[in-house]
């Protein structure tokens, strides 16, 4: 017998298609509503891949689903708050104003009350997102998207765990499917040990991408010279990072990141290797327009309270930076008139 079975009597014709992986049964002639339906999915908060080809939600009722058919099934909804408030010290991102300038990641955490709690105290008006499979066994679990609201945060699609460009582009391309972004965090890995940028890969992936009309914020190696290009290429801010993704290290490369920031037009982002309050403080003071940071937090023994914490060091850095440090000298200059003395 073939994949299509036929069940005698009734002609009841019953085909096998792939649901993220997995083997599922259906009548032919179902639709992709009525199958997402019938699993309990509500196909307003999915996106779905069709034969690698991604399927406009408004088709979902006329597409029939035929055997052998592939589909890869992911989620998350995002958007923003368009009522924010300018304060004397936003920062523009992609045409939007932000009063934050702490990013934070939504991993690792022990559970999304955790994770909920901990982006509240951090008062992070952006969070990353990973785009993952649905559960189609159970497609009840709790998501992100029921604890932060994303009419308050702006949710950020990220490629984390891409290591080439095509995987990276099919992956904001459903993204943007489920959830209508277009403001995504592009980053394309070299390697499982170090995690470091593949900048060949990322350029190929944020070529493409800004060819589609996303917004592109880039995950890239300390380097001014593929900075630069990338920001030459439409990229609209540029993350090099400070040390390896999770690794807690701090800012390893300071001098390579000044240079970054003094020539570049779009915001520069410090991704990857805070790993305590003192570290997003440097990165600020350098004149960094923001920090994006997970493990630090997520990895805390108290992430909520180092997540207070991290919102206070990115405060206290870019209030330094603004008001100019002092120079530093060879000697000692006392504080106190020398004139007068008893």
């Known amino acids: 017998m073939t994949n299509a079975e036929s069940v ?13 992986g997995d083997e599922k049964r259906l009548s032919e002639g179902s639709s992709l509503s009525e199958f997402l339906k019938g699993v309990g999915i509500n196909p307003a908060k999915v996106a779905v891949e ?11 009722d006329d597409v029939l689903l035929q055997d052998g058919d592939q589909l890869e ?30 990013i ?43 604890y932060l609201d994303p009419e308050k945060i702006t949710y950020l699609p990220n490629t984390a765990g891409c ?8 992956t904001l391309r459903l993204a943007r499917e489920a959830g209508g972004w277009d403001l995504v965090k592009l980053e394309v890995l070299g390697d499982q040990k170090t995690l470091y940028p593949n900048m060949i890969e990322t350029f190929a992936a944020a070529e493409t991408l800004i060819g589609d ?31 390896p993704i999770g690794s807690g290290l701090g800012i390893q490369n300071p001098v390579q990141i000044r240079l970054m920031i003094e020539q570049a037009k779009v915001p520069v982002l410090v ?9 997003a403080a ?31 060091a990115v405060e206290s850095g870019r209030m330094a930076y603004l008001a100019g440090r002092m120079p530093k000298k060879r000697y000692a200059d006392p504080s106190s008139p020398l004139s007068g003395l008893i």
């Not at 069709?50 to 979902?60: D, E, G, H």
């Not at 010290?89 to 932000?98: C, E, M, T, V």
């Not at 290591?163 to 099919?170: E, T, Y």
């Not at 890239?220 to 040390?243: F, N, Q, T, W, Y």
Request: charged letters at 20%; glycine letters at 8%.
């Open 163 to 170: 290591f080439d460009a095509d995987s990276a582009v099919r």
């Open 282 to 312: 440097v990165a600020m003071e350098l004149g960094c327009d923001g920090v994006l940071m997970n493990t630090a937090i997520a990895e805390a023994k108290k992430p909520v309270t180092m997540a207070r914490a991290m919102k206070l």
């Open 213 to 243: 009309g996303f917004k592109v914020m880039v995950y890239c190696s300390d380097d001014p010279i593929a900075a630069k290009r990338l920001e030459e290429m439409g990229c609209v801010a540029i993350m090099p990072l400070g040390a």
């Open 73 to 102: 099934i992911v989620h998350f909804i995002g958007g923003g708050n368009s009522n924010m408030i300018k304060t004397a010290d936003s920062w523009n991102l992609a045409g939007k104003q932000y009063n934050s300038r702490l």
């Open 271 to 279: 991704d990857a290797g805070v790993g305590t309050a003192s570290d």
């Open 104 to 146: 934070v990641g939504t991993g690792k955490y022990k559970d999304f009350e955790e994770t909920a709690q901990a982006v509240e105290a951090s008062g992070a008006e952006i969070v990353t997102v990973a785009v993952r499979r649905v559960n189609v066994s159970d497609p009840n679990q709790p998501m992100l998207v029921d």
């Open 8 to 20: 005698q009597g009734n002609r009841h014709i019953v085909i096998r298609i792939s649901v993220n």
């Open 50 to 60: 069709r034969n690698r080809q991604i399927v406009a939600k408004s088709t979902y």
